[in-house]
């Protein structure tokens, strides 16, 4: 019998086991990314696409006889499944023709809870889940047959998902030169906006009315949102079934994030991120650490223990994104540039008393995140492109997001000069202790908070700032490149901050926080005039600093603490 050599190498990467040396879909290999060579992913999704078939235009119209029914709806941004074929992989299920497959029984589990929930509300009469769904507990067929759905556009682009937690390394770590453990970006595979094609058949010729009424329960239950990751944004459509718990509209502008083959893609789910992390920092300037993840994991949803389902849920609608690259000369960065609308969701029932601290809260965090940083990439940082005056200066530093639409006046009155953000800073706080004792009986306790680089406490932050005039009058961003005090003569020493512990390097995250943000309006008072509310073009500059006793970070203090441009400390122990 002649052998075939490196015989395992022919086998299609969709049929290897999940193990180093065969197939390991999950893990992304530095050294494969170094040398520009394929992962195993990439592999696998170009073995399945070159085989897999799209279903024709023809066969994918909506249609609606008294016993068969099918209708398409268009997912927001990504829709992921776990097939649970790969050991530690999350990727489709894959039916007939190798094209990706939503199952008939996630769809009727979708279905039942939507009816349920409907049938609670007394929105639709009781027994309709039951009849048709089927009995649980006399277990009857139902009247309805759930077929599942397939992709009817071009599924095929942008299979390949990135996912890269890193809340250890964000807010707890230390020393930020090693990553924590379990904290390196790995691959799951999604399908990016697709139209997805419904199909519902019956046991017998139902009436229209029904067929209205059906089609109802569906599009409640698609609204909760499909598949899995729904919290972060995934499996989202326009529309919610979901309460509304704060919704407000914003744009702005940074480096976007890259997938696995380099191209960039704005991606919703870092409006979350950001929240949680603040939320992870607040908490934990107020309480031990394990009340506070306990806290966050509540609110975000977690993996300790059985894992937790999150209170909140998050939807953005895009209303314009423009996506491009920045930089030449092999420093082609991607960037986005969007405009839409956030709303973040009730997904579990609660008393009207935590409904309405929950709303305050989420405001609050949602404020907290544009006041002192941003989202996404770099977002430590004000964006170079504006602020920073150096000519010809090509790399793409922090971002930039400020307010649209309709001002949130209340929210808009609590910082909108330097005085004001102490008071904003202590009122998010009062708020997180308000929920934290209501939600979870945990009464807070400064003296105890969590050991962690950035949490929130005034022992461990600082925060300076200053009236901008222009976006030209931005003062802080030059100490980030050059010396903040230079040397006049031989019995000075010149001082920097810049590739310092308190700025950070590449793969180490600093301590240091530059923000313009805009406030958008003030209030004047002219003369004995009652002060009235007028729209300005100022920016807070913002330095926000946890101290970590460095030589550099001790001279940086001092050095603000001269007032240097209008500095003045505005929260934080002296």
Known sequence: MTS????????????????????????????????????DVELWADEWIDKAELIAAEDAEDIQTDTYGAKSYRISWRFVTNGGQDDGMIRPVIGARGI???????????????????????????GTCDYYCGSETEV???????????????????????????????????????????????????????????????????????????????ERAIASGLGSKVSTGYGQIKQTSYPIIYRVKLKGQGQASKLID????FRPSMFRAALRGHALRIFGGLTEADNAEQLVEDLFGGVRGRGEVGLLGLAFRVDKLEQKLFGNNGYEQPTYNVEGEITWLLTQSLSTEQTEVLQKLVSDLMWFAMVFGGFGKSWRRADHRLFYREENYEKLIGCHWQWAGEID??????????????????????????????????????DCHADWREAWHPSRVRIFGRIAKTRDDCAAIDWLHEPYQKKISNTDKEKTIKATSVTGQINRIGRLWHRMYPPKVRLVAKNSEKPKLEKTDRFLELLTIFPDGSQESNDFLEFLNTKPEGFEQLWGDK
């Open 4 to 39: 075939i050599p490196d015989a395992h190498q022919k086998v299609p990467m969709m049929f290897r086991a999940q193990v180093q040396g065969r197939s390991q879909l999950q893990y992304l290999d530095p050294q494969r990314k170094k040398e520009s060579n394929l992962q």
């Open 100 to 126: 990706p497959f939503y199952p008939g029984s996630s769809m009727k589990g979708a279905f039942r809870q939507a009816c349920q929930v409907l049938e609670a509300a007394g929105e639709v009469p009781q």
């Open 140 to 218: 009857t067929p139902g009247a309805l047959r759930f077929l599942g759905a397939y992709p009817t556009n071009d599924w095929t682009e942008g299979l390949l998902d990135l996912v890269h937690p890193q809340q250890g390394w964000q807010v707890k770590t230390v020393d930020t030169q090693a990553k924590p453990q379990g904290e390196s970006a790995y691959a799951q595979v999604s399908l990016y906006q697709p139209t997805l094609r419904f199909a519902i058949s019956s046991s017998k010729p139902l009436p229209s009315e029904q067929w209205q009424q059906i089609w109802q329960i569906w």
């Open 262 to 265: 380099g191209t960039g893609e």
């Open 409 to 446: 006046r209340r929210n808009a009155l609590r910082v909108w000069k330097p005085t004001k953000v102490g008071e904003f800073i202590d009122s998010v706080r009062e708020t997180a202790k308000v929920w934290m004792q209501l939600r979870r009986n945990i009464n807070p306790n400064p």
